[in-house]
């Protein structure tokens, strides 16, 4: 089966500065990877996802990069803002898609301080 | 655009009371559907997925039981709860190879 960790439960940072969050899957035959943001009492949001056919992807203030060699995952928020305060997921799926499921990582917990 | 609901948004139980938490999906058709379960401090926890009306597929062996009576609809349900029930739960829907859009969730303590 599939195991996700990530590497910090908190990470904290300057209003401005760049985040990354990383993340460390273990099954070498997963296909497709995802970041979730959750907010205090809600459910996840997706933000960015990627194939294992790329190696990066870009979104807005956000970049996702896939390390298929040694089977590891990381969002880059750039400028962060009070706004993204949230627990950050990396989840991680088969190449049936989301048929089967999703494995999660516990979460990173990103605190913006002013 | 596609929604997702879940309800009730939060629920107190006694321990052995019944339980049932609905989620319905409105503008797709045929979508997979999940139930997850959130405890504190940790990540989501699968608990069932359905391919379609009447297929469940059960993730771990609890004392939850899922049908999906309608295409969008699923609902998770308990005949006793237990204490260890309590947490976050999370329904989700995806349609075939995509990420999985999450519901509000229903926050449930057992007491």
């Known amino acids: 089966g599939e195991s996700v960790g990530l590497h910090l439960p908190t990470l904290s940072v300057q209003e401005g500065d760049n985040s990354i969050i990383n993340c460390a899957y273990s099954?070498?035959?997963?296909?497709?990877f995802i970041w979730y943001k959750q907010e205090s009492g809600k459910g996840p949001q997706f933000i960015i996802d990627?194939?294992?056919?790329?190696d990066k992807r870009q979104g807005q203030r956000v970049t996702v990069l896939l390390n298929k060699t040694v089977k590891h995952l990381s969002l880059q928020i750039a400028a962060t803002q009070p706004g993204d305060s949230a627990v950050y997921f990396c989840a991680v799926g088969g190449s049936g898609g989301g048929a089967d499921g999703l494995t999660f990582g516990k979460g990173t917990h990103l605190i913006i301080q002013p | 655009s596609q929604t997702i609901h879940q309800w009730p948004a939060t629920l107190v139980q006694p321990v052995g009371s019944p339980l049932s938490l609905e989620c319905t999906v409105e503008g797709t058709s045929n979508p997979n559907l999940y139930w997850y379960r959130q405890a504190a401090g940790r990540g989501l926890q699968l608990l069932f997925y359905s391919v379609g009306i009447g297929q469940i597929s059960s993730e771990v062996p609890q004392n939850l039981s899922a049908s999906r009576p309608q295409d969008r609809q699923f609902i998770l349900s308990s005949k006793k709860l237990l204490l260890s029930d309590s947490g976050f739960y999370l329904c989700a829907w995806s349609s075939g190879l995509s990420w999985q859009f999450f519901g509000p969730g229903t926050r449930l303590t057992v007491l």
């Open positions: 990627i194939r294992s056919n790329m």
């Open positions: 099954n070498s035959a997963s296909d497709y």
